[in-house]
């Protein structure tokens, strides 16, 4: 059971343009959510997160949208540069309890120059 | 600050071999984890540990296992080492403060044949 679904493994956009990332979840128990940007060869590097308090939050270029009835968030890029092309996961988890990330299967963006 | 390490880099082993992947963090933080992604997934948590002394299994515990005798090292032992086996291994860490982003590790890029 995918709890966590990134449904589109790749996305390519020209640089300068907006780069829109989807991420599902099934479980309501889920309270914090995490996008990671990983590139070929390291480790994942966190991105942006976003408390289920909130429904957007932003960090220059990057911001994460929450809707919390459909299950649903999405990070946008704007506007989008080449060196952010990368494998971006979103993650979930529960602040208090379980001390468990549950990722996405990772979405690969191309920024095309 | 090193961040997180991890040792080897790569690991080629022989069906029925043994070996212990080294985590490391220098950031004082309580909790540790190990994933595994395979390709064109996302991570797999494999293990974690909330403290030194203290450790849990995640989604996928077979064939491994790990001890956290001190803050900052949570080695990964695998024993008889399957193909199954074969996949990116990543370490994390973070604080046990109330935002919950995960620092990660290189990775260890590991093939049983």
């Known amino acids: 059971d995918q709890q966590v679904k990134q449904n589109s493994p790749s996305l390519s956009v020209q640089e300068g343009r907006i780069s829109i990332l989807n991420c599902d979840y099934t479980?309501?128990?889920?309270?914090?959510f995490l996008w990671y940007k990983k590139y070929p060869a390291e480790g994942p590097t966190f991105l942006i997160s976003i408390s289920s308090i909130k429904d957007k939050n932003e960090d220059g270029r990057f911001t994460v949208f929450l809707n919390k009835s459909a299950k649903h968030l999405s990070l946008h890029i704007v506007p989008s540069q080449p060196g952010d092309s990368a494998v971006y996961f979103c993650?979930?988890?529960?602040?208090?309890?379980?001390?468990?990330?549950?990722f996405g299967t990772g979405t690969r963006l191309k920024v095309l120059a | 600050n090193a961040g997180v390490t991890q040792t080897p880099k790569f690991r080629i082993l022989k069906i029925g071999q043994s070996m212990t992947l080294q985590c490391a963090q220098d950031m004082n933080h309580n909790y540790m984890y190990w994933y595994r992604q395979d390709p064109g997934m996302g991570l797999k948590l494999i293990y974690y540990?909330?403290?030194?002394?203290?450790?849990d299994k995640g989604e996928v515990p077979n064939g491994y296992n790990v001890s956290r005798s001190t803050t900052e090292d949570f080695p990964l032992r695998l024993e008889l080492a399957a193909p199954s086996q074969t996949s990116v291994y990543f370490c994390?860490?973070?604080?046990?403060?109330?935002?919950?982003?995960?620092?990660f590790g290189p990775g260890t890029r590991l093939t049983v044949t």
């Open positions: 993650a979930a988890t529960r602040v208090s309890g379980t001390y468990k990330y549950i």
């Open positions: 994390a860490s973070r604080t046990s403060g109330r935002m919950p982003e995960q620092y």
């Open positions: 540990s909330v403290g030194a002394g203290i450790t």
């Open positions: 479980n309501s128990m889920f309270d914090y």
